[in-house]
T-cell receptor, first 113, second 115 residues
Framework: AQSVTQPDIHITVSEGASLELRCNYSYGATPYLFWYVQSPGQGLQLLLKYFSGDTLVQGIKGFEAEFKRSQSSFNLRKPSVHWSDAAEYFCAVGATGGFKTIFGAGTRLFVKA | ETGVTQSPTHLIKTRGQQVTLRCSSQSGHNTVSWYQQALGQGPQFIFQYYREEENGRGNFPPRFSGLQFPNYSSELNVNALELDDSALYLC??????????????FGDGTRLSIL
């Protein structure tokens, strides 16, 4: 069965520091992978997606993620965090040709000055 | 481009009551999915509608039902409300073009509280 694991419930980084949020998935074939961000009281916004091709994908707001098939991972990175990046981040996996998207439990990012 | 809009934003109900939540999809999108997000958790897939029919369902009981209308807007209905139904209900629209799992555009959700 499909599943997504985000091992870190919350992470605190200093403004200007680099960021890496971890995501591991379980799926029998090549998955569709997504990262979404959710600010308090709001819906989810798509940061980036991986369907096929280049395993390093660029997204909005300076985020990037790397698909590593051998590790079943799709970690999100940003070289320099801004205070406005404080939010909840969700990794998600979708089935090829399917309809269902499975979300991880999320990682809450705190940014300190 | 009009985004996904949900109504109402907040709702308070009591156990046993019924509730209807509404969603207008983003212009150009033909598929609507509904998710339940409990406090501190990720969204859980309830079901998806495409061409006015249920296209797939998650692990939710039949008292969770839905509709999609010709203009692609959608409703989520929940009967016999239980305390555990308290959550943020998110609607997401996407364009289904014959294959693949497409990125979804989310509304801001309806916060449902059951007393």
């Amino acid at each position: 069965a499909q599943s997504v694991t985000q091992p870190d419930i919350h992470i605190t980084v200093s403004e200007g520091a680099s960021l890496e949020l971890r995501c591991n998935y379980s799926y029998g074939a090549t998955p569709y992978l997504f990262w979404y961000v959710q600010s308090p009281g709001q819906g989810l916004q798509l940061l980036l997606k991986y369907f096929s091709g280049d395993t390093l994908v660029q997204g909005i707001k300076g985020f990037e993620a790397e698909f590593k098939r051998s590790q079943s991972s799709f970690n999100l990175r940003k070289p320099s965090v801004h205070w406005s990046d404080a939010a909840e981040y969700f990794c998600a996996v979708g089935a090829t040709g399917g309809f269902k998207t499975i979300f991880g439990a999320g990682t809450r990012l705190f940014v300190k000055a | 481009e009009t985004g996904v809009t949900q109504s109402p934003t907040h709702l308070i109900k009591t156990r046993g009551q019924q509730v209807t939540l509404r969603c207008s999809s983003q212009s150009g999108h033909n598929t609507v999915s509904w998710y339940q997000q409990a406090l501190g958790q990720g969204p859980q897939f309830i079901f998806q509608y495409y061409r006015e029919e249920e296209n797939g369902r998650g692990n939710f009981p039949p008292r969770f039902s839905g509709l999609q209308f010709p203009n692609y807007s959608s409703e989520l209905n929940v009967n016999a409300l239980e305390l555990d139904d308290s959550a943020l209900y998110l609607c997401a629209s996407s364009l289904f073009a014959g294959g693949g799992n497409q990125p979804q555009h989310f509304g801001d959700g309806t916060r449902l509280s059951i007393l």
